[in-house]
C-alpha cells in the first residue's frame, strides 16, 4: 500500500490500481452524534490514471485558482516523495 495522505492511498494487484479513499467524520442523527467511515474505492489499470484521479479528488474543494494550483503543486510533492 501505498499511502498518499490521510485519506488516500493505492494499492495494486496483478490487474489494477486500485485508489481507495476512507475518512471518518461525525454525525448527528436525532440528537446522538455518531462517528461514520466515509468510503470510496476506485479501480484503474494504469497508476497514472489513479494518480489524475487523486488529483482531481484533492482539488474539489478548493474556493479559488490559487488555491487550486497550490494543492496542485502540494500533490506533485507529495507523489515525488513517496518511498
Known amino acids: 500500500m501505498i499511502k498518499l495522505d490521510q485519506y488516500y492511498a493505492l494499492t495494486a494487484d496483478a490487474n ?15 440528537g446522538v452524534t455518531k462517528t461514520v467511515t466515509e468510503r470510496d474505492t476506485f479501480y484503474y489499470p494504469l497508476i497514472t490514471m489513479a494518480l489524475r484521479k487523486y488529483l482531481d479528488e484533492s482539488v474539489k474543494d478548493c474556493s479559488d485558482i490559487k488555491e487550486v494550483l497550490s494543492k496542485i503543486e502540494e500533490v506533485h510533492n507529495t507523489i515525488k516523495n513517496i518511498k
Open 16 to 30: 489494477n490500481w486500485t485508489l481507495n479513499y476512507a475518512r471518518e467524520k461525525e454525525i448527528i442523527k436525532d
